[in-house]
């Protein structure tokens, strides 16, 4: 019996999906989807990939392209030919050069900075966060 502790799963881009996707772990799509996508783990949408619909996960990359809101608790990753058309909430965002985005975003870092230490890039005063009611 083989030992798996983490499971990664692949929409290989011949695959159409009409309705909704959830999974745990890992998910790769690199083909059409059209559908609501949901899941505490990290989705990776590839470059053959084209996905019309709401993402809802933990964190996501995307390589190809995607027709609706992304929501994501952690990280969203827009690589380098990467075509988002909707509205966009994420903790941390990385956009590369090339990328298309047409939408709104709203990215709240507090969210993420509140687990763990800020740190501050060499040359930078460390950020404070002022937390307080009204003293």
Do not use: Y
């Not at 990280?75 to 941390?92: H, P, Q, S, W």
Request: some cysteine; charged content about 25%; proline content about 3%.
């Amino acid at each position: 019996m083989a030992d798996i502790t983490t499971s990664k799963n692949l929409l290989s881009a011949d695959v159409e999906i009409k309705g909704s996707i959830k999974f745990t772990n890992e998910l790769t799509i690199d083909g059409k989807v059209e559908g609501e996508i949901t899941s505490q783990g990290v989705l990776t949408i590839g470059q053959n990939a084209e996905i019309r619909g709401e993402i809802k996960t933990k964190s996501v990359t995307v390589l190809g392209k995607v027709h609706g809101n992304i929501t994501v608790d952690e990280r969203c990753e827009l690589k380098a030919n990467a075509v988002l058309m909707g509205d966009l909430k994420a903790a941390r965002l990385l956009v590369e050069e090339g990328a298309t985005f047409v939408g709104k975003s709203e990215v709240t870092p507090n969210k993420v900075a509140m687990k763990q230490p800020e740190v501050a890039r060499p040359g930078e005063a460390p950020k404070q966060n002022v937390l307080g009611g009204g003293r």
